[in-house]
Nanobody
Framework: VQLQASGGGLVQPGGSLRLSCVGSGRTFNNNLVVGWFRQPPGQEREFVSAIRSSARYSDSVRGRFTISRDNAKNTVYLQMNSLKPEDTAVYYC???????????????????WGQGTLVTVSS
């Protein structure tokens, strides 16, 4: 699976962005877990959200971010609302098959990775 992340940019605090992760080389279906991770400047990469048929979120984004998928378009979206400066990071999408829900947060379990897209939240 090749993954292409896009949609990053500069946004003011309180604003919104929608990231897209488009896959190719394999049909997206609900057996494929697609996740979003992010790496803030000078920090380690961390889990943000992931989806198979159900979704999981980190505590820091729950209630502000929404992950969704359109299997017909081989695309997973991350709608980010009420953005904060601490959301500034390079965002990566990743995919894995045969991943149980409790492992959604474990980036080591993901086989396929896209390039990152930079999100900057600043006034």
């Amino acid at each position: 699976v090749q993954l292409q992340a896009s949609g990053g940019g500069l946004v003011q605090p309180g604003g919104s962005l929608r990231l897209s992760c488009v896959g190719s080389g394999r049909t997206f279906n609900n057996n494929l877990v697609v996740g979003w991770f992010r790496q803030p400047p000078g920090q380690e990469r961390e889990f943000v959200s992931a989806i198979r048929s159900s979704a999981r979120y980190s505590d820091s984004v729950r209630g502000r971010f929404t992950i969704s998928r359109d299997n017909a378009k081989n695309t997973v979206y991350l709608q980010m609302n009420s953005l904060k400066p601490e959301d500034t990071a390079v965002y990566y999408c990743a995919a894995a098959s045969s991943l149980i829900f409790s492992s959604f947060v474990d980036q080591g379990k993901y086989t396929y990775w896209g390039q990152g897209t930079l999100v900057t939240v600043s006034s």
